[in-house]
T-cell receptor, first 111, second 114 residues
């Protein structure tokens, strides 16, 4: 079974802090994704990576950056957290085409 | 890029009844339409998908239909059970012809009442 794990289920940070969200997949998938989930807005893509050190901006990249130094690990970075970044963050991975496998999510609260 | 609209946002049905969720897409060249189910406290999981060369696909109590002319596709759940209660998302390729990235609908909260 594909397993996608995220470093934290719940996270509380203060405005202005630098925040790291980590994601690890164990199925040698090329593609990894970071989404943000908000009520009524569905899943919105923040960043996408199709290979080590490669990344593409998604629909809402402002205020976020990413890092992929190893194939199995994809990190989302909030350089200076703001209250409007309070949300559920979901990581996913996939082979070259098709089914995306999601982690359980990290609920981030920025105070 | 693709635009996906999903309706309704919430749906309540009696146990044993059927549930239907509909999505429309904008790019007529799109060719892959998956449905994901998100249970409470978990990430979304693929439950069924359809490619544009077929009009309907079934897997036990769930089915998906595709109308390419009207650019819409639907999820049908028959004989609903309490464990069907979840949020359901439809999706379509962000760029037609490539399913590497997906555009998701806004989600439907399905509640199956005992």
């Amino acid at each position: 079974d594909v397993k996608v794990t995220q470093s934290s289920r719940y996270l509380v940070k203060r405005t202005g802090e630098k925040v790291f969200l980590e994601c690890v997949q164990d199925m040698d998938h090329e593609n990894m994704f970071w989404y943000r989930q908000d009520p009524g807005l569905g899943l919105r893509l923040i960043y996408f990576s199709y290979d080590v050190k490669m990344k593409e901006k998604g629909d809402i990249p402002e205020g976020y950056s990413v890092s992929r130094e190893k194939k199995e690990r994809f990190s989302l970075i909030l350089e200076s957290a703001s209250t409007n970044q309070t949300s559920m963050y979901l990581c996913a991975s996939s082979k070259s085409w098709g089914t995306q496998y999601f982690g359980p999510g990290t609920r981030l609260t920025v105070l | 890029g693709e635009n996906v609209e999903q309706h309704p946002s919430t749906l309540s049905v009696q146990e044993g009844d059927s549930a239907v969720i509909k999505c429309t897409y904008s790019d007529s060249a799109s060719n892959y339409f998956p449905w994901y189910k998100q249970e409470l406290g978990k990430g979304p999981q693929l439950i069924i998908d359809i490619r544009s060369n077929v009009g309907e696909k079934k897997d036990q109590r769930i089915a998906v239909t595709l109308n390419k002319t009207a650019k819409h596709f639907s999820l049908h759940i028959t004989e609903t059970q309490p464990e069907d209660s979840a949020v359901y998302f439809c999706a379509a390729p962000k760029i037609a012809g490539s399913a590497r990235q997906l555009t998701f609908g806004s989600g439907t909260q399905l509640t199956v009442l005992p």
